[in-house]
């Protein structure tokens, strides 16, 4: 059944966007760096990893939490959600929210958010040494909250709380109308500004802010995706970081995490044109859809929740496949992955198969899980500005299942200006979401 | 504009293991809080929750293969989803990528055998390094699945084959709300024609609960928990903390109605908003929740004075029960409109992240039966005095439509309305 109402819907437009990767805060000098094959990775400062097999990931400047409206506030605030909030400031900057006439309660905010660090409860351990029995597998839970309540700051429980970033972003920028926060690993940014945009063309916001923010580069999550075979061997004689996740390559043998965060302001076309905005681009069309099972219980199949995500995008967007003009995949270098997501762009590409550049940002920026699909987005964007998609670092042959996509291991030329980005979760989840050019004057 | 009934509700809670035990006991006026049974909090500021007891994880509610994934509250909302489903008698009657999820979910608890289990060995000096190497040599890597928030959703999606839309959202005490909500722009622009929504979560963990404690969150009334949780009242001093979940069928209501569904009611309306205020407070004009339930009746076409129930938010703290009071006077009260109002978290404390699914639950039951559940333990209001409080017994009534409001720590709030089946609500 197709969606409803999808003439009464109102146009999307891009009016700012705040970000921070390793490589940079600005879209377009992310780009360039990028083309240029700078490094977003280097050894973690982050935490001590001696004794780990993990040393290299793709670190970001620190936040500078002198820029929040209330310092105070960096106490409560994770380096994530610290990031989250600057983020969200400066994208409400760039689009000069701050000049706009909008009542706080037509504004919105939307975050993709990865869960709570583990890394957070670190105060909380050696209280948990200390009241557990080792030896009989024990543990004294009446001892360990009497001391736990005696001795440590409620700080450290505001801390952990995972729906922060869109709190304390609502906050700082007096946002009062719709929000939530997404939870659904490498999808959630992308689910973000997915509601974003159906918010604004639904007439439920007239401006939003949206994005995702990830900080994996934390010792629980880089152990625990190792231990799960999703990080690239770091132990390998001759390891270079720079050549570590090579997405849709047939050597593709994991990904290396960095650390990112992205937010879009989207707001109505028309009242951000009658307010003389700057206009970045359009959103025009978001589909998402489960797979009714993981990754490993198909792992030659195509990823079939993009193929639905995808026609559920282009039907929102009233478009056909013939109007795609690039598509920026998942792809991480985690090899059973990419061949599904792989599978399925060939179900949804069909006769354009050898037509639509495809590529993957992540083996030069790194996986940036949560964020991925704003990083993603706000990288289009610039894309279709300069009319150009950004190579595929590290790829070189695919995979034979694979053989037709156009991936490259250079920089292809964006023939037309409709771009998709996906996302998807090796657990049984993908979104699609679409953007283009803004069309002057509609 | 597709309207979206309610054809399938499943609740797992304190006072009873399915949808209708746990109903009527609300009704009746029954108080789940007693000393904590899972863990010894002996000595601790509180040291009573309200638990969910003989509960037992049915093999048809999990899909095959994921046992290790599950943890308590997962396993509560895999446990009202069967029901739900069940009672919907969907299944069959929907195309797979017709057919969403959308759960709000809790932050989660590591439990204390976990915890010793992990810690063993470790250097506390260095400790959050050591435990993550520890974490990798013990291979465990069903522990990342357990306790990721994203995991009910998916494994709702591999047991019911749910290949439309899915979410998993967490905004505190308003995620299942939002996700319903959610839901129900999903179905009404046609993403959908079903959707399993709801929520899931338990507190009744070592750290969440010593969390809340050390935020003074939690009702210290130790020597009588029955009486603790007692929204609206004078005497109220913290939530008391909970466990369970409640999911529900929304459907596309020609849908429902050409397979000749059941219908509960009718979901009409949703309102979020933000308070844009602090993280733990409120603001004192209520300007977010107010904003929440007009939003709710405007986006449902609901008259304010078809409105004859509010299930509030009531957490039983000082500040939220004041504030949502006087929000729910200026909405209708001031206009004229007298909605009973009670809060049922007297009765099953507080589901966090449950919270919206359960309460939602409770309205469309509340419109089945035309009966308004109790505020136990609602002796003598501080509050708005004006506010038309059901106090310990339920009250029958005629209720056309019914209200249930969220507010979520970090300032997020939803409200829902729901419309009972045969009426005309001027949804056009």
């Known amino acids: 059944m197709a969606s409803s109402k999808v003439s009464e819907r109102r146009e999307v437009v891009v009016t700012g966007i705040g970000m921070m990767t390793p490589l940079g805060d600005q879209p377009a000098d992310i780009l360039r760096r990028y083309h240029a094959g700078e490094s977003a990775f280097r050894e973690i400062t982050l935490y001590a990893t001696r004794g780990s097999a993990i040393k290299y990931a793709g670190e970001h400047a620190a936040p500078d939490l002198k820029r929040l409206p209330d310092r105070k506030n960096g106490k409560i605030l994770n380096r994530r959600d610290a990031t989250s909030v600057l983020a969200a400031m400066t994208a409400f900057k760039a689009a000069r929210l701050d000049e706009a006439k909008y009542e706080p309660h037509r504004l919105g905010m939307f975050v993709g958010s990865s869960c709570t660090h583990l890394g957070d409860l670190t105060p909380t351990l050696p209280l948990v040494a200390k009241h557990a029995d080792f030896a009989g597998g024990r543990f004294d839970s009446a001892a360990f909250g009497l001391e736990f309540m005696e001795t440590l700051n409620p700080i450290l429980v505001l801390k952990l709380l995972m729906n922060n970033a869109v709190c304390f972003g609502t906050i700082s920028l007096q946002i009062k109308g719709v929000n939530s926060n997404f939870m659904q690993q490498e999808v959630s940014g992308l689910r973000a500004l997915g509601e974003g945009y159906l918010a604004i063309a639904e007439g439920r916001a007239d401006a939003v802010l949206a994005g995702g923010t990830a900080q994996p580069v934390e010792p629980f999550q880089i152990y625990e995706a190792h231990h799960c075979g999703w990080l690239a061997d770091q132990t390998v004689p001759g390891f270079v970081p720079e050549r570590a996740a090579r997405p849709y390559d047939q050597t593709a043998n994991g990904t290396i995490f960095s650390e990112s965060t992205a937010f879009l302001v989207l707001e109505d076309g028309v009242k951000a044109r009658a307010r003389g905005a700057t206009i970045l681009g359009r959103v025009c069309g978001f589909g998402i859809a489960g797979e009714g099972e993981p990754d490993s219980a198909r792992p030659d199949g195509p990823a079939t929740g993009v193929v639905r995500a995808f026609k559920a995008a282009m039907t929102q967007a009233q478009t056909t496949i013939e109007k795609l003009g690039a598509v920026y995949g998942n792809g991480s270098g985690i090899a059973v992955s990419d061949l599904r997501e792989g599978l399925a762009m060939r179900m949804v590409l069909g006769d354009r198969l050898g037509e639509v550049p495809f590529c993957s940002v992540k083996g030069g920026l790194g996986d940036t899980a949560e964020a991925h699909g704003a990083v993603s987005t706000a990288l289009a964007l610039a894309g279709v500005t300069q009319g150009v998609v950004p190579a595929t670092r590290n790829f070189a042959t695919p995979p034979s299942a694979l053989v037709g996509l156009q991936l490259a291991s250079t920089t292809q030329t964006l023939k037309q200006p409709l771009t998709a980005i996906v996302s998807r979760s090796r657990f049984g989840v993908s979104a699609v979401l679409l953007v283009e050019a803004a069309t002057p004057g509609r | ?428």
């Open chain 2, 1 to 428: 504009m597709r309207r979206v009934v309610i054809t399938g509700i499943g609740i797992v809670s304190p006072l009873g293991l399915t949808r209708e035990t746990t109903w009527q006991r609300v009704v009746a006026g029954e108080r789940a809080a007693g000393p904590i049974t899972s863990f010894d909090a002996s000595g601790w500021r509180t040291n009573f929750l309200c638990e969910v007891r003989g509960f037992k994880l049915e093999p048809e509610a999990a899909p095959a293969g994921h046992a290790l994934h599950i943890n308590r509250a997962t396993a509560f909302g895999l446990q009202a989803a069967l029901e739900a489903m069940t009672d919907s008698g969907v299944v069959g009657h929907v195309d797979a990528d017709r057919l969403g999820v959308s759960v709000g979910v809790g932050i989660g608890s590591v439990d204390p055998s976990e915890l010793t289990r992990m810690m063993k060995g470790i250097d506390v000096a260095n400790a959050i390094q050591d435990l993550a190497r520890q974490l990798e040599q013990q291979q465990d890597k069903d522990l990342v699945l357990k306790n990721h928030p994203a995991t009910m959703a998916h494994l709702l999606s591999y047991r019911w084959r749910a290949l439309g839309p899915q979410s998993t959202i967490n905004t505190a005490c308003a995620s299942s709300g939002q996700a319903i909500g959610q839901a129900l722009h999903g179905i009404r622009r046609g993403d959908a024609d079903v959707m399993l929504a709801g929520g899931a979560d338990s507190l009744a963990g070592v750290l969440y609960l010593a969390a809340f404690c050390l935020l003074g969150a939690v009702s210290v009334r130790n020597d009588d928990p029955k009486a603790a949780s007692r929204p609206f009242d004078k005497g109220r001093d913290g939530f008391v903390a909970s466990e369970g979940a409640a999911m529900v069928v929304l459907e596309e209501r020609e849908h429902a109605l050409q397979r000749g569904a059941t219908i509960y009611g009718e979901l009409l309306g949703y309102g979020d908003t933000g308070n844009a205020y602090r993280v733990t407070d409120l603001p004192e004009d209520g300007s977010g929740i107010i904003l929440a339930m007009e939003e709710a009746a405007r986006d449902g076409g609901v008259d304010l004075g078809k409105i004859d129930y509010i299930n509030a938010h009531g957490t039983s703290t000082p500040l939220n029960d004041r504030i949502e009071a006087m929000a729910i006077d200026k909405v209708f009260t001031s206009r004229g409109f007298s909605p009973l109002v009670s809060s049922t978290k007297s009765s099953i404390g507080h589901l966090i992240s449950a919270a919206g699914g359960v309460e939602l639950a409770f309205c469309a039951l509340s419109v089945r039966d035309q009966i308004a559940p109790p505020t136990c333990n609602l002796d003598v209001t501080d509050c708005s005095q004006t506010v038309n409080f059901v106090a310990k017994e339920a009250k029958p009534h005629r209720i056309r439509c019914a209200l249930s409001n969220l507010l979520g720590f970090g300032g997020s709030n939803a409200t829902l309305v729901v419309g009972d089946a045969g009426g005309d609500h001027g949804v056009v």
